[in-house]
T-cell receptor, first 111, second 113 residues
Framework: DQQVKQNSPSLSVQEGRISILNCDYT??????FLWYKKYPAEGPTFLIS?????DKNEDGRFTVFLNKSAKHLSLHIVPSQPGDSAVYFC??????????FGTGTRLKVLA | NAGVTQTPKFQVLKTGQSMTLQCAQD?????MYWYRQDPGMGLRLIYYSASEGTTDKGEVPNGYNVSRLNKREFSLRLESAAPSQTSVYFC????????????FGDGTRLSIL
């Protein structure tokens, strides 16, 4: 029973274009969502988060959108850069210790 | 600024051997966590410690024990390693439990033969 799903295992985008990474969740109790970025042989690093009281949060080139009715969030990276090539995990929580992670999407930005 | 430090980085064990994975954080965080990452499974919580002196089970605690030695250190022990415990183990910390991003170490790659 996967409560947080990232249905695209991989994504390739040209440098300078927009990257859109998607995440779906099933538990309506989730009210805080995060995106982490992971390079090989390193731990995940926090990228951006959004509370369920918002539908959008921006931080530089990164924007997260939340559609509560569809139980869907997405991460937009504009413009994409080769250094953005990594695995991206979304995570969700209902304000407990338990963060439920998706399986990750490997983004490759082509120069 | 070390953040979260995990040791060792790599380890190979034989089935039945025991092993302790070490984790230390220098950010004065209250909460610490152990995850495992397996292909196609994302990160799954093994155990967590909301604060010094407390520990609780996560999603996949069977076969593991933990010790919150002090505020800085949180260790994970495999008493009798099994091949199914071959994984990459990540330790993380956060200022407190709840709605806050976690800071991760670089992982321990554990193979059990």
């Amino acid at each position: 029973d996967q409560q947080v799903k990232q249905n695209s295992p991989s994504l390739s985008v040209q440098e300078g274009r927009i990257s859109i990474l998607n995440c779906d969740y099933t538990n309506s109790m989730f009210d805080y969502f995060l995106w982490y970025k992971k390079y090989p042989a390193e731990g995940p690093t926090f990228l951006i988060s959004i509370s369920s009281i918002k539908d959008k949060n921006e931080d530089g080139r990164f924007t997260v959108f939340l559609n509560k009715s569809a139980k869907h969030l997405s991460l937009h990276i504009v413009p994409s850069q080769p250094g953005d090539s990594a695995v991206y995990f979304c995570a969700a929580t209902s304000r407990t210790y338990k963060y439920i992670f998706g399986t990750g999407t490997r983004l490759k930005v082509l120069a | 600024n070390a953040g979260v430090t995990q040791t060792p980085k790599f380890q190979v064990l034989k089935t039945g051997q025991s092993m302790t994975l070490q984790c230390a954080q220098d950010m004065n965080h209250n909460s610490m966590y152990w995850y495992r990452q397996d292909p196609g499974m994302g990160l799954r919580l093994i155990y967590y410690s909301a604060s010094e002196g407390t520990t609780d089970k996560g999603e996949v605690p069977n076969g593991y024990n933990v010790s919150r030695l002090n505020k800085r250190e949180f260790s994970l022990r495999l008493e009798s390693a099994a091949p199914s415990q071959t994984s990459v183990y990540f330790c993380a910390s956060s200022p407190r439990e709840g709605v806050q991003p976690q800071h991760f170490g670089d992982g321990t790659r554990l193979s059990i033969l």
